[in-house]
């Protein structure tokens, strides 16, 4: 929306997020040249489909565009389930604009980059893709003014979300290619003055000094430990107290650059530790060891950052001694948090095809069964086991989360944590507290 506002135009965010009825979001898109529909995951396509059908009942004369993730990958069956006008490729910061401007001034979408249609004849087109933008301190803060914060926070969001990256230049076999054909390869990073900036804007925005963040970046820890520095000091000078966490892998981490992170606000690093078994880690084309795993756990339990393992468990190949591998690991690490997840085959990615091709998918028709979180809250899996049983997996899956629930109830530290904040939110503390007990018990754990 950013890019849009700068250029002259007069975006409209619309979030349905709170609404009961699609109706309420009538007046909000009635009159508008252009709908854009964002489509973050094949799991949300229905929904998207849903929307872009009702909104197209009340701007029929619009221009409809569906963008994302999952749009950057599947075009065309975007194109196809939405009834879009045109897919947006990749980074879109650049071709909104253009389309806006194009179709404003009547000129030919089919000149514009990072674009796709269907035809007369129903077949896909598919304009070049434009270079990415490699100066990203170039593309301006996102419009946050527009969103309803306030809501967010009553129905349970903790923290405002930022990137200080884009790209991922590892070759995991689950997150591999898609991630290049939304970001390009390679990783580009901006500088940590930009981003203390956005931070300062982000808080003068909700009017206070002290805010949580979660950087969604894939490894915000690409960055060296320059950057860290120079970001701990801008937020010192700002006067801005941040408490924020991360996702990161734990090859990209050293003793020194974890110390900065704590010393810059950082309270938990979240580990894509995946597996015990190296076996399992090289079939993944992770290029990690549970040794680099351990030191990363140190290092972090060294200087009071929360370390939370996330697991994946039930790929096909994996054997009970695989799983018992990662068991044992998790006693070496002593994470303060868990979270277990099943392999999961999602299109677009190297796992998929070789799921596919091995005889292993189990359903390409059920879109909800390749979102991992609902996997893992509905104890579902979407890939056959030649060497166990779903239920095997499941009983490991429980068994982890146990082992989950004790640390949490034996850590000092996780004691205290829980204390400070059952004085400060007393009803998320009861929440947790009611999910660490679920999970003693076997049962499922959010």
Not at 175 to 184: A, R, V
Request: glycine residues 10%; aromatic residues 8%.
């Amino acid at each position: 929306m950013s890019a849009l506002r700068n250029a002259g135009h007069e975006p409209v965010y619309v979030d349905y997020s709170f609404c009961e009825r699609l109706d309420e979001l009538d007046s909000m898109v009635a009159g508008c040249g252009i709908v854009g529909v964002a489509i973050s995951a094949a799991a949300k396509l229905e929904r998207a489909a849903l929307v872009s059908r009702h909104l197209r009942s009340v701007a029929p004369g619009a221009c409809f565009v569906a963008g994302g993730a999952y749009p950057s990958i599947f075009p065309e069956n975007s194109i196809t389930e939405t009834g879009s006008d045109y897919a947006m490729l990749g980074e879109a910061e650049e071709a909104i604009v253009e389309l806006a401007d194009t179709l404003g001034s009547g000129g030919d979408p089919a000149t514009i980059r990072n674009l796709a249609w269907l035809d007369e004849q129903g077949g896909l087109v598919e304009t070049p893709r434009r270079p990415v933008i490699r100066d990203l301190d170039s593309i301006p803060f996102p419009a946050r003014d527009v969103v309803d914060y306030d809501s967010y926070l009553r129905e349970g969001m903790a923290e405002y979300g930022m990137v200080t990256s884009r790209g991922c230049p590892f070759h995991c076999i689950y997150c591999k290619p898609s991630t290049d054909l939304i970001f390009g390869g390679g990783i580009r990073r901006r500088s940590a003055g930009n981003v203390v900036e956005e931070a300062a804007g982000l808080a003068d925005l909700r009017g206070s000094d002290s805010i949580r963040v979660f950087f969604k970046d894939d490894t915000i820890t690409m960055h060296p430990v320059g950057w860290f520095e120079l970001f701990r000091d801008g937020l010192r000078d700002r006067g801005i107290r941040l408490e924020w966490h991360c996702n990161s892998r734990v090859d990209t981490v050293t003793e020194e650059k974890v110390r900065v992170m704590a010393e810059s606000g950082c309270h938990c690093i979240s580990f894509g530790v995946e597996s015990g078994s190296q076996r399992i880690l090289d079939f993944y084309r992770k290029g990690t060891t549970p040794g680099q795993a351990v030191r990363a756990f140190d290092w972090c339990h060294d200087y009071g950052i929360e370390a939370t393992a996330n697991l994946m468990i039930g790929l096909p190949i994996e054997t009970e001694e695989d799983i018992e591998a990662t068991y044992e690991l998790l006693k070496r690490l002593r994470p303060d948090d868990i979270i277990v997840y099943f392999s999961t085959a999602i299109p677009g990615r190297h796992i998929h095809t070789w799921a596919r091709d091995s005889g292993y998918l189990a359903s390409e028709d059920n879109p909800e069964l390749f979102d991992p979180a609902r996997n893992r809250a509905h104890e579902v899996m979407n890939m056959r086991l030649p060497y166990l049983t779903t239920e095997d997996v499941i009983s490991w899956k429980h068994r982890i989360e146990r082992y989950r629930a004790w640390r949490k109830m034996t850590s000092i530290d996780n004691i205290q944590r829980w204390a400070s904040e059952l004085l400060q939110n007393p009803l998320g503390a009861a929440r947790k507290a009611g999910r660490v007990l679920r999970g003693l018990g076997g049962g499922r754990a959010d």
